[in-house]
């Protein structure tokens, strides 16, 4: 996947511009619903750059990130079937888009009807592609609502977190986050889930 490749080190040149934090808002908004390469990427680099800012640049990620969200939703609802089948928009989406094929998106449908909250909140915060998500909550007419609470909740999570760990550690946390932040986001995630579930039987 060598265009993947080259798709991080774009992100990742602007780090060193003065237009870095545009981009940031940019990138975020377009990964969530069709750009492959996470926002995380140019975060952690600007958030070296600047520890300072880094909750700065953790809120226009977030911002960033749940607009977009918005914006899958809307593929999603307004274009992406004709009558009962698929879409020119959405076979283009299952061809060119990585991770975002037919059979991913068809099992989606049965994991909001049991689980919700907790799918929506689940691919936002881990490092499940969340344009999958956000386009299938749309195509499925999940409540809106809902989508952008569990949405602003878990995107935003993700994004302090990264900024915390930078602005606490600086850059010898950024190894440990490439290496790590993917089974960490999981656990973390488990933890909330389990949480929401125990509330849920307290109440």
Not at 116 to 127: D, E, L, N, V
Request: charged share 10%; glycine share 8%.
């Amino acid at each position: 996947m060598k265009y993947i490749r080259k798709l991080y080190d774009w992100v990742l040149h602007w780090a060193d511009s003065k237009y870095g934090p545009l981009a940031l808002f940019v990138l975020a908004f377009a990964e969530s619903s069709f750009f492959p390469i996470p926002p995380d990427v140019l975060l952690i680099a600007l958030a070296l750059g600047a520890r300072k800012k880094s909750f700065q640049f953790a809120l226009i990620c977030s911002i960033a990130s749940i607009a977009g969200g918005l914006l899958g939703y809307s593929i999603g609802h307004y274009l992406w079937w004709d009558g009962a089948t698929y879409s020119a928009i959405a076979q283009f989406f299952f061809n060119n888009i990585p991770g975002f094929t037919e059979d991913i998106f068809t099992s989606i449908q049965n994991q909001y009807s049991e689980y919700g909250f907790m799918i929506i909140f689940s691919a936002g915060f881990t490092p499940i592609p969340y344009k999958i998500f956000t386009i299938s909550a749309g195509a499925f007419n999940i409540s809106l609502p809902l989508f952008v609470i569990a949405s602003a909740i878990s995107r935003s999570a993700r994004f302090f977190l990264v900024a915390g760990l930078i602005w606490k550690f600086g850059n010898p946390i950024k190894d440990f986050i490439d290496k790590y932040f993917n089974i960490l986001s999981v656990i973390f995630t488990l933890f909330l889930i389990g949480g929401f579930i125990l509330i849920k039987y307290i109440i």
